[in-house]
């Protein structure tokens, strides 16, 4: 028995220093074979799936169904941009004649701390709501967050309104710009390489975070209230201060998500949080597996990178075909989408990698019921 | 010794009075039946006791200290654990974690503790599933303790919500028709696990139907009739109230 437990460990660690590997050597191999449009967008996946994976923690273990995530994202990506931007130099020109130019590395807790903190303000009064109900009212914060980003540019110009703010300065750490080609022991490294590894690392915070949560007393406890609210009160589970834990630690994670996309993409504007991503969100969690970790990552990854290869591969296809473009890629993208979510909730309810319960008690269902 | 003491406890639904002036109170180590005919007001007042509804006049008094509209997790720390009349288990979730959720209010690990998996949090987790497979043993579930509590049969459920109410450590246990459903081998065997709880020392308030369990098992029996409660005594006495005669059997007694 010690022997199998030890072999067993022994078979993790090597599988984890394997895809270790393959995360770290991934960048050049996209680079080299898809080239480096082809990274920008892998490392834009890994910010969705921080997103997918906060949001997991709301929905999938605590089983709060939050319509309006996106905010969250968009509080943290703000966050960066104000506080790393010359754009509140117009608003106070006394105050901040060059704008401000916080480091990295303070925005980044303070973004997170701060989505937390909305994340309990907005769900401090949808705590006895459950189901489609509180999905309509997260709906209406997602929104409200938004239409406020559009117009706080009056009167006083926080936001920029419609235009967003522009010219946000990369991300820095310890006076090492992610912005530049750096020279790290000797290996040349792009710019999008830096950010994948940046990206990489919380990533691997957030999935750390979840697992370590989902096995504990907290996790227990989330998913007792998902199952039956009223008997996890009656176990003693303090119902509120969990649900808001939950509500926290899933924004804490799209604020982090957040600072980092407006740090890489330099512009942040309303229009990157509108409904529609808080439901692909959605969507790549119940797609890959609600609750299950590595479901959740798969959802994300096929999500983000799906549209892309529609549209590196329908635009030459109808070219090819037909000599002109027929069907705009941005309206098939939607049209296989749905069909893709008709048929994973036909043929596989729980996800396309549902945790090893959820698989269990799906395939337990079709056992004849015992009755005693 | 009084465990749990309720004076004049009133609960209304919109006009209907589902309590009226209720009081009774339990002592320690004590089987406590509460009867009446369908209607009556026992799982109302069960809910009372155990927090989920709150009363709208009367005194709360458990383990010697005041309660005033408490929470149902407030009462669940303070040492009242319950099961429901239909069942409430955690349906996707195994039996041995079904279990360890009954010992939250028993643990203490936070979030920072769990993040960083230091030694206090994994000693009180081995704990936690220790324990959590020696009450399953206790109840007598025989399946695996991996089972997801859902793919149990109704009466391996019905013990399941025992063990995870025991989980709790609790003062009183207040079981809600445990008995409802089960056969006469199933009633017996859940006759002695009860007897059995009781010499652990737990208190135990039941609401039955089954009045040959309760009769059999209870040292003092309350019998609630449109929410007032019309006698309560030793089996014996209640047995022969001309006033729980006349409320089970509609005769007209005055």
Known sequence: MPNAHEAGIFKRQRRRILLAAILLVLPFAVDGILGRGWLRIVDFAMLYIMLALGLNIVVGYAGLLDLGYIAFFAVGAYCYALSASPHLALAFPQLFPDGVHLSFLIVLPAAALLAGGMGVLLGAPTLKLRGDYLAIVTLGFGEIIRIFMNNLNAPVNLTNGPQGISRIDPIS?????????????????????????????????????????????????????????????????????????????????????????????????????????????????????????????????????LPELLRHSVLPMQQALFGKTIIDPESLRMLLFGIALILVMLYRPAGLWPSRVRRRELSSDERPDETA | MKLLELSGIGKRFGGLNALTDVSLHIGRGEIYGLIGP??????????????????????????????????????????????????????????????????????????????????????????????????????????????????????????????????????????????????????????????GIRNAGITVLLIEHDVKLIMGLCDRVAVLDYGRKIAEGVPDEVRNDPQVISAYLGVDGE
């Not at chain 1, 229009?271 to 609750?291: H, P, Q, R």
């Not at chain 2, 155990?50 to 720390?77: C, I, M, W």
């Not at chain 2, 039996?95 to 203490?108: D, F, Q, S, W, Y």
Request: glycine share 10%.
């Open chain 1, 173 to 305: 750490i310890a006076g090492l710009s992610l912005n530049a080609t750096q020279r790290i022991f000797g290996i040349t490294l792009p710019s999008v390489h830096l950010y994948f590894y940046l990206f990489l690392c919380f990533a691997g915070l957030v999935v750390f975070v979840s697992q370590r949560l989902e096995k504990s007393r907290i996790g227990r406890a989330w998913m007792a209230i998902r199952e039956d609210e009223i008997a996890a009160s009656a176990m003693g589970i303090n119902t509120r201060n969990l649900k808001l834990l939950a509500f926290a630690m899933g924004a804490a994670s799209g604020g982090i998500s957040g600072t980092l996309f407006a740090g890489f993409q330099g512009f942040v504007s309303p229009e990157s949080f509108s409904l529609m991503e808080s439901v692909m969100v959605l969507c790549m969690v119940v797609l890959g597996g609600m609750g299950h970790i590595y479901g959740v990552i798969l959802g994300g990854l096929l999500l983000a990178l």
């Open chain 2, 38 to 195: 369908n209607g009556a007001g026992k799982t109302t007042l069960f809910n009372v006791i155990t927090g989920l509804y709150q009363p709208d006049s009367g005194e709360f008094n458990f383990n010697g200290k005041r309660y005033r509209a408490a929470k149902p997790h407030v009462l669940a720390g303070a040492g009242i654990a319950r099961t429901f009349q239909n069942i409430r288990l955690f349906a996707n979730l195994t039996a041995l974690e079904n279990v360890m959720i009954g010992r939250h209010v028993r643990t203490r690990s936070g979030v920072m503790g769990s993040i960083m998996n230091s030694r206090a949090m994994r000693l009180e987790e081995k704990a936690c599933r220790d324990k959590a497979g020696e009450l399953l043993n206790l109840v007598g579930l025989k399946k695996p303790h991996q089972t997801l509590a859902k793919n149990l049969s109704y009466g391996e459920q019905r013990r399941l919500e025992i063990a995870r109410a025991l989980a709790m450590e609790p003062l009183l246990l207040a079981l809600d028709e445990p008995a409802a459903g089960m056969n006469a081998t199933e009633t017996e065997n859940l006759k002695e696990l009860i007897e």
